[in-house]
């Protein structure tokens, strides 16, 4: 199965933009990339999703790599509430969305 | 808040019991998908029912089962606790078969302490 790494932790300045990386080398033709965060006690949330093509939506902008095997989650200007655990996902063909650890992002006043 | 709930939102139960969560997914989704997230861990793939079918395991033991019922809510059944099963449970519901390419929403999840 196709794995995702992404770095432990990110700290950013409220306001500023944040750029949140994904390794995913093995990934799979058939594999969508999503994301999700997840605050404290509570469940994760969608953030956004794509095959190919880079993707908008009012949360967030997710860029993906020509050859699929990176992509970078993009918060256009962080607040105190995007403070969360980050998880770059892939999707499979058997339905599963394969979590790892996340990036834990702190952001700053 | 996403309309899906989980219960009960906490747990105890002892080594060797059985366990029943439940899950009501949002209205007019058809797919709910349960995950083990351990603490401090990500969340990991149990099983996922598509109308009232198993569509999808993870690697997990048959100890762990699952329904869905008609109305599309969902249970997950867990025998023989061991203490390793002690973690947070949570419920996604998304619509239509192979959910991969939509948006799922997870419940606030049930808190499991394996005693």
């Known amino acids: 199965d196709a794995k995702t790494t992404q770095p432990n932790s990110m700290e950013s300045n409220e306001e500023e933009p944040v750029h949140l990386p994904c390794n995913h080398s093995?990934?799979?033709?058939?594999?969508?990339i999503h994301w999700y965060r997840q605050l404290p006690s509570q469940g994760p949330e969608y953030v956004i999703h794509g095959l190919t093509s880079n993707v908008n939506n009012r949360m967030a902008s997710l860029a993906i790599a020509e050859d699929r095997k990176s992509s970078t989650l993009i918060l256009h200007r962080a607040t105190l509430r995007d403070a969360a655990v980050y998880y770059c996902i892939l999707s499979s063909y058997n339905n599963d969305m394969r979590f790892g650890a996340g990036t834990r992002l702190t952001v700053k006043p | 808040e996403t309309g899906v709930t989980q219960s009960p939102t906490h747990l105890i139960k002892t080594r060797g019991q059985q366990v029943t969560l439940r899950c009501s997914s949002q209205s007019g989704h058809n797919t709910v998908s349960w995950y083990q997230q351990a603490l401090g861990q990500g969340p990991q793939f149990i099983f996922q029912?598509?109308?009232?079918?198993?569509?999808g395991r993870g690697n997990f033991p048959p100890r762990f089962s699952g329904l869905q019922f008609p109305n599309y809510s969902s249970e997950l059944n867990v025998n023989a606790l061991e203490l390793d099963d002690s973690a947070l449970y949570l419920c996604?519901?998304?619509f239509g078969r192979g959910a991969r390419n939509t948006e799922a929403f997870f419940g606030q999840g049930t808190r499991l302490t394996v005693v």
């Open positions: 093995t990934i799979s033709g058939t594999d969508y």
């Open positions: 996604a519901s998304s």
């Open positions: 029912y598509y109308r009232e079918e198993e569509n």
